[in-house]
């Protein structure tokens, strides 16, 4: 019986080590392609030119992405000064004060905004919030702010609900401890339950800085799209997503080039953002 | 006559439906050691968190009768829950030192309180643990995380964090079940040098534990105390069957 079980679990192991270099193959093959596509003409025209020429003009060979490179920054950091605070206090919130009934209801439903496809949410922000933005705070409406709101709504679900598993497994037992030394309960989560799911909170925050990031057709839907350094929160921005988006199908030669070049970029930029978030709550968390 | 500190009046506290204590009637003297003893679920660590209204935290929990600290009845509304709780201290049966330092975990409390003066907390912090008997092997490494401590040393941590509150009470629930014997010893060492300052309600699941430091001994069965009184008559001659069998180990 014993010898039996052996062989079919290095099968299994053999197997599923298969199926695990299939998605880590995947990763590769598209990194190498991106690099091999857009590396050389980065190469050709400078690297500098690339990262911080304003001009992208890829008719007469001017191919600056620094434009998009702060597009795409600014909307992700407004997307998460909008989402982060919302959905920390909605996963506080559902977690310690509300009660065990209304978040088994809330929950899911938070969950469902996930699963809007973007197109709505895009249209949804041109039908309302573009407008809205044009006629009270002035400006053409597609701009940087409108991107960053519908964004920071498209990231809730991400952060809200990883927030709440890292919230709930701090165990209870601390809660305990720091009442029964005289906190309140908000002393509570402000000082104990809060720092020990620090490094769940900073995965969900990574995570939807990661989609704010990576999102194409609802920004491009309501952020204008002119390829200008924004003067304002208030000003039209093309991120490095719509970028491609927006020129691929018309798109040959170096200026196809040049859109995966736009690839690299935003692929060394997400790794990077990755990496220091990563550090950031190893380095807390490690206390 | 003793000076009564805790009076508890024919209190009695519910899960739902389902009661866990019935009908207590009990006096806690000041500075002394109350053991209570009983079998499992027998309402023990229940009573001690009624003390402190720790119990609030459960949801469908409900009392009814009266629990005098000082005269203040603690259940009326107007109460301040955590200034209670500030002067009945507690410490777990499991040591739960919270996610940080060492010297963070007993600066807590009183930071919770506003205090701030880097010099008044580190004379409190020694204080404490001077008191708990911790303060000879973490002198070194106050700022290391309380979590690394051993199990022994995280108890009198917890200890030491209660102290730091100020507290004129002292609740325990069964503070040594998962140490070892040298832990045990320290930790009731310090119970009995900690006794001439503070009133000290020790839940045990050890008789022994009991008899070694408790002033009076009290026992409880099936959410009722059964009998109260000195701890030496307790164990020499109960008035009641019930504890004479539980002490002799015929039941438990």
Redesign the interface.
Known sequence: MMSKSKPDDRLIKLSLLMVALTAITVLAVITIFIFEQGLPIMLKYGLKNFLFGQDWYPSEKSFGLLPMIVGSLLVTLGALLIGVPLGLASAIFLTEFSSRRLSRFLKPVIELLAGIPSVVYGFLGLMFLVPFIRENLGGPGLSVLAASIILGIMILPTIISISIDSIRAVPDSYREGSIALGATKWQTVRMVVLPAARSGLVAGIILGMGRAIGETMAVIMVAGNAADLPASWLAPVRTLTSNIALEMAYASGEHRQALFATGVVLFVIIMILNFLANLAARKQSGR | MKDIAIQVINFSHFYGQQPSLKNLNLDIYRKEILGIIGPARSGKSTFLTCL?R?ND?V?GSRVSGKILVDGLDIYQPEVEV??L??RL??V?A?P??????IYDNIA??PR??GQTDRQELDHLVEDCLEKAGLWAEVKDRLKT?ALKLSGGQQQRL?LA??LA?KPEYILLDEPTSGLDPISTMKIEDTLLLLKKDYTIVLVTNNTKQAARVADRTAFFLMGELVEVNETDIIFTRPSDKRTENYIEGKFG
Do not use: H, I, K
């Open positions: 402190n720790l935290l949801p955590a200034a709780r500030r201290g507690m777990f499991t739960v030192p919270l996610p940080m330092s807590f409390g919770l309180q995380s917890c964090r209660v509150l």
